[in-house]
């Protein structure tokens, strides 16, 4: 299975679109991809998903494009608070077994300045 | 809080012993997964149930397994334990199988240190 991977790590600052990219090239044909946000010594917290094209919440974007081998994070106007690691994660499709792996993205750890 | 409870928080054990960590998942929840998250592996899949089935399998090692309860709880057994199985496990539940849209709602997690 091909890993899922993303940038280490991420500087911006307050007010700034960061753009947090993964690549996922053996995602399987009906599986989502979705964005987790993870602040230290907790559990990860749901922030978008999505399938195709473009997603938008209150708090994200999520763009995919036609291939889906990539998906990016939008995160519009940082703050401070949005200092975490975030997680891309996807299902893959074992095809003995008709089973999903799902397979979490390497983390992107985003550090938020003044 | 997102609605999954896991006991206990924190667990100690010396190597050789077993453990057992507990997932409570959010109320309609029938499908429970299992993850484990270390500083050299990030974060693992490890196994999912979906209403008292397995559903999925990842990277889980023989001495581990689960079983998910008719009441949905969850619980993960790891044995023969080493000092590689240190680690954050997590506990996530969401209400149908994976696959489609599925948000999974993570416990606080438990943190197993093995001497």
């Known amino acids: 299975l091909a890993k899922t991977t993303q940038p280490i790590s991420m500087d911006s600052y307050e007010g700034q679109e960061v753009n947090i990219t993964c690549s996922h090239n053996?995602?399987?044909?009906?599986?989502?991809i979705t964005w987790y946000q993870q602040f230290p010594s907790q559990g990860p917290r749901f922030i978008i998903q999505?399938?195709?094209t473009k997603v938008t919440n209150e708090v994200a974007s999520l763009f995919i494009p036609a291939d889906r081998k990539s998906s990016t994070l939008s995160l519009p106007r940082v703050s401070l608070s949005d200092t975490a690691v975030y997680y891309c994660?996807?299902?893959?499709?074992?095809?003995?077994?008709?089973?999903?792996?799902?397979?979490f993205g390497t983390g992107t750890r985003l550090l938020v300045s003044p | 809080d997102s609605g999954v409870t896991q006991t206990p928080k924190h667990l100690i054990t010396a190597t050789g012993q077993r453990v057992t960590l507990r997932c409570s998942p959010r109320?309609?929840?029938?499908?429970v997964y299992w993850y484990q998250q270390s500083l050299d592996q990030g974060l693992q899949f490890l196994i999912q149930?979906?209403?008292?089935?397995?559903?999925a399998k990842g990277n889980i090692l023989e001495r581990f397994s689960a079983q998910q309860f008719p009441d949905l709880h969850s619980e993960l057994n790891l044995s023969s334990l080493e000092l590689g199985d240190s680690a954050l496990y997590f506990c996530?539940?969401?209400?149908?199988?994976?696959?489609?849209?599925?948000?999974?709602?993570f416990g606080p997690g438990t943190r197993l240190t093995v001497l």
């Open positions: 149930y979906y209403n008292g089935e397995e559903r």
């Open positions: 999505g399938y195709k």
């Open positions: 996530a539940s969401s209400v149908g199988p994976s696959g489609g849209p599925n948000e999974q709602f």
């Open positions: 994660l996807v299902g893959q499709r074992l095809l003995n077994t008709g089973f999903q792996k799902l397979v």
């Open positions: 053996n995602i399987a044909t009906n599986d989502y």
């Open positions: 109320s309609g929840d029938l499908s």
